[in-house]
């Protein structure tokens, strides 16, 4: 199975500050790669999918890059409904597998 | 609206079966492979399995630790995808989501993503 690894695994920062989360995968997955947002209690949310494409309704403020075995996610200026966890995924080869998951808190 | 929603969760003990189901609403359910992710309390997310469209043959896919004890099946006719848990084990506890998985195309290949999740049933393993 391809292994996937998120850092950091928690975030703390401000609203308007600009974050980045990586996620490097085991081998190379191309550019199969998604982003999700689960806030507490609730189902994960679709950010990114195909490592830099926005999905419907996403806010500009999020950026997907990346290709092969490193990608990043980036809020460009943090808001308030913003601080929540987010996992990537891979979905080059099944099994499709999950980050470890970023939590994003406040400072 | 399009939604999913999980029913069928609940408390169950250890070796005994439980049959998790999601209805699909607002789409055109049997067009969509359906996929299952769990969640540990705490915990991330893992891929089950999923099924695919009847249209693609209707075929089921698991992760390893699944094979052989869970089971997917679908009902086009009534918009439901179940999940089928036998011998549950205490670490099988966890909030389980149904997806609906969308496929996009580009020159390079099909990119697929989950992009409608339910509310998710949890399933709690425990004597």
């Known amino acids: 199975d391809i292994q996937m690894t998120q850092s950091p695994s928690s975030l703390s920062a401000s609203i308007g500050d600009r974050v980045t989360i990586t996620c490097r995968a085991s081998q190379s997955i191309d550019n199969f790669l998604n982003w999700y947002q689960q806030e507490p209690g609730k189902a994960p949310k679709l950010l990114i999918y195909?490592?830099?494409n926005l999905g419907s309704g996403v806010p500009l403020r999020f950026v997907g890059s990346g290709s092969g075995t490193t990608f990043t996610l980036t809020i460009t200026s943090l808001q308030s409904e913003d601080f929540a966890s987010y996992f990537c995924?891979?979905?080059?080869?099944?099994?499709?597998?999950f980050g470890q998951g970023t939590k994003l808190e406040l400072k | 609206e399009i939604q999913l929603v999980e029913s069928g969760g609940g408390l169950v003990q250890p070796g005994r079966s439980l049959r998790l189901s999601c209805t699909g609403s607002g789409f055109p359910f049997g067009d969509f492979a359906m996929n299952w992710v769990r969640q540990a309390p705490g915990k991330g997310l893992e891929w089950v399995g999923f099924?695919?469209?009847?249209?693609?043959?209707?075929?089921?896919e698991y992760a390893a630790s699944f094979k052989g004890r869970f089971s997917i099946s679908r009902d086009d006719s009534k918009s439901i995808v179940f999940l089928q848990m036998n011998d549950l084990k205490s670490e099988d506890t966890a909030l389980y989501f149904c997806?609906?998985?969308?496929?996009?195309?580009?020159?390079?290949?099909?990119?697929?993503?989950?992009?409608?999740w339910g509310q998710g049933a949890l399933v709690t393993v425990s004597s």
């Open positions: 195909g490592a830099s």
């Open positions: 997806t609906r998985e969308k496929v996009y195309y580009d020159l390079l290949g099909s990119y697929y993503y989950f992009d409608i």
């Open positions: 099924i695919r469209s009847e249209a693609s043959g209707g075929t089921t």
């Open positions: 995924q891979q979905s080059s080869i099944t099994p499709q597998t």
